[in-house]
């Protein structure tokens, strides 16, 4: 069997860059020739072995972060752009973008932005409402994007603050004592916890120095809360520090982003990375295990084996996806190959859509989409209760899956055989840049296809796909 070769010089322009060397210098410690390492940055040869294991030896880098994820990722956001009706016919070759992806990430990470705002724009034009005189609603880019980008490009995992959130639940002898621990720090920090029946989920009298939390929620949501309010309370630096980093556009997004990485302390502290992931691999991925371990969600278990990023020690890389009845993407981040639509909903085809038809129950599906890579997809319903008759429910439903090459470790794929194809069913992303054909759940036509009608035919759809 061939081995792929791994191109990856912008990575190894980026770590040079870092160390400050010159590429003599860094060639000199990697044991190479000066003009082998310019070829090797410019991507016109692959990282070999011998460079591999010098970069572990020489800078102790973790040889995983080598890999293609954000390449990948990048070239599924370019096709997904190009298929836009406004390039026509001027698609790239898939050899382009991936060289685009490798050798010039910010170029393309610019020509994505561009086309968001291009996007936004349009469709505000399109609305005719009043926004249309409004001279900052044309020019205006969504804070929620940029916030959702930038988790996205850090793969879902913040490091310092992951590693603080850990360092915190290293004081509590026990998952099961964090919530006394959380209450215990905002006592000692002046803030009394008070439980009101309420719609709010969290409110903080700054004055007063009193958090109210809602009584009608679960308990895993009120520790989930408790400990996002300690997050504010005693991490502003680190997180303020952090948002420096992401240079956001507007203070919207810094903002949102704030709340999001308070968000991600919360959970990190809820499931201390080491524990959980050790944890995680001993009960094979079981979410209900988790939940119960943890004293957190079944949601919160799932986002939070998507973050299993760190370097040197990473998890299962999976992808995780939560939608609304509607269809609607709300939360996504994907570790994998498999990328998510900026635009519209999930491919209907996938079982996430008929978690709603059974809540309470968790929905296996195997899976493979338009390039032949094989997936195990996990889907259960998290509908959210009001807390009171008549208060309205939240209705979600969220999916988690990987590659279906790390069956092995998961606890869902037991009974399932996943070495008969006929097993998998085709799914896309997103049917506007789907591929398949003659898929019967179809809503709109690929926008990279040429398509044929007869009046005298009638099939599975009223046209042909060229």
Known sequence: MATQKLYAGAKLREMRTRLGLTQ?????????????????????????????????????????????????????????????????????????????????????????DLHRSYRQTHERLASLDEALGRQDALTQTSPWDEVRDFFHYCDNYIDAVDRTAEHFAGTVA????????????????????????????????????????????????QVFQMLLQLALLTQDKLLEATLDLARFHTDAARSIAKIGLANYFAGAALMPYRTFLAAAQDCRHDLERLSLQFGASIEQVAHRLSTLQRPGTKGLPFFFV???????????????RLQFARFGGACPLWNVHQAFETPGRFLRQLAKTPDGVGYILLARDVSKPGGSFGAPIRRYAIALG?????????????????????SFEPIGISCRICERKNCHQRSVPPLERQLTINENERGVLPYQVS
């Open 174 to 221: 026990a998952p099961q004592d964090i919530r006394s621990a959380a209450t215990a720090q905002l006592t000692a920090r002046g803030v009394v916890v008070a439980f009101v029946d309420m719609e709010l989920l969290r409110e903080f009298d700054t004055n007063r120095k009193i958090l109210r939390l809602s009584s009608r929620v679960t308990p895993q949501t």
């Open 402 to 422: 990987c590659e279906v090459r790390h069956a092995g470790s998961l606890v869902y794929a037991d009974g399932l055989d996943v070495s008969d194809s006929g």
């Open 24 to 112: 003599k210098d860094f060639a000199a410690k990697l044991g190479v020739s000066l003009p082998y390492l310019n070829q090797m940055e410019n991507n016109n040869r692959p990282v070999s072995t011998t460079v591999v294991l010098a970069l572990a030896q020489e800078f102790g880098m973790d040889v995983t972060e080598l890999s293609t994820g954000d390449s990948e990722r990048l070239v599924s956001d370019m096709r997904e752009a190009l298929a836009d009706p406004v390039f026509a016919d001027a698609m790239p070759p898939m050899a382009d973008l991936r060289l685009a992806a490798s050798n010039a990430p910010a170029l393309a990470r610019a020509f994505i």
């Open 322 to 336: 939560r939608v609304d009845q509607a269809g609607t993407i709300t939360k996504r981040h994907s570790a994998t």
